[in-house]
């Protein structure tokens, strides 16, 4: 670890809990491979206290902080500019401090869209399936619509969720091709998984019954990466598809933010050497 001096600059991540969190150890990895002057550590911030929070990255000179649940939502609030995206996708998880003004990020969209192509697959053109309409859908639905895709089809256990999810789409993102069927339909190039269905304690679920949709043309994510492969995956990969697990994106929304914090320029060596060194994959 690079030695901690009066000098040394600070980093962290908000939310409650805050210890289960990779990105202390990720960071600090970068900085060290990048010999760059920063410590990134961990607070637990109660429900209630995102304001003081804040308050208090303002009063200690805080370089940045990561934010995770359950507080993207409300750290808006207390900071002093929301970049138009991060309205746009309704949250945020990376605050930089310029100057003592607070600016809120969200990365976590991004960084799917950023291990896609790390994993060389390009959404441009495809034809997207996204199951789920939980806190990770919109983001993830408003960066796909801005990414070049031919349509996005939205299917919830709970359909009125989202039915809201593809309207905010069309409306807010302005992207016609977003609807909410009652059921898969047609060939997807892209599947992707944001329902916590395989996660514990659903292990043994999946968020869908019928997967006859998916083939060897398919390409199938799950945001989903503990555990490494979930139901979902293992049976998209048996009909043949290519697949991608939820750590590739927890890297890159890191590696964006690391950028944001500091203005380096991480390349995908970086992606690779953290997937390596850090997870063993
Ligand atoms: P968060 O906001 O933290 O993502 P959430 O709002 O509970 O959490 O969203 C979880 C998503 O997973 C929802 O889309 C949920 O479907 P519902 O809207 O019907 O609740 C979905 N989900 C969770 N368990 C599921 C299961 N066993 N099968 C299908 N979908 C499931």
């Known amino acids: 670890m690079n030695k901690v001096t009066g000098k040394t600059k600070q980093l962290g991540i908000i939310g409650c809990p805050a210890d289960h969190s ?65 309205r746009l996708l309704g949250s945020v998880n990376t605050v930089v401090n310029r100057g003592g003004r607070l600016i809120g990020y969200n990365t976590d969209a991004d960084g799917f869209l950023r291990a896609l192509e790390y994993e060389g697959v390009s959404p441009s053109g495809a034809r997207v399936l996204l199951l789920g309409a939980g806190g990770a859908a919109k983001p993830l639905c408003v960066r796909l619509a801005q990414s070049g895709i031919k349509s996005i089809d939205i299917v919830n256990r709970t359909y009125e969720k989202a039915a809201a ?59 989903i990466y503990n555990p490494e492969k979930t139901l979902f995956l293992r049976r998209a990969e048996e009909l043949g598809a290519g697949i991608m697990n939820g750590l590739g994106m927890l890297i890159c929304q890191g590696l964006s933010a690391y950028e944001l914090f500091t203005g380096a320029a991480l390349e995908e060596d970086m992606y690779r050497k953290i997937k390596r060194e850090l997870f063993g994959a």
């Open 22 to 86: 990779f990105s202390p150890v990720m960071h600090n990895f970068i900085s060290e491979c990048l010999g760059l002057d920063y410590i990134y550590c961990a607070w637990r911030v109660e429900p209630g206290h995102v304001r003081e929070a804040a308050d208090g990255i303002r009063a200690m000179n805080i370089a940045g902080i990561n934010v995770t649940a359950p507080h993207k939502y409300e750290i808006m609030k207390y900071l002093d500019e929301v970049s138009e995206q991060a």
């Open 165 to 223: 999810t593809a309207e905010y789409v069309r409306l807010a993102a302005g992207f016609k091709a977003a609807s909410a069927p009652k059921a898969p339909f047609g060939h997807y190039d892209l599947v992707i998984n944001t329902t916590s269905a395989g996660m514990e304690p659903q292990l043994d679920k999946c968020p869908i019954e019928d997967m006859s949709f998916i083939d060897k043309d398919t390409f199938a994510a799950d945001i």
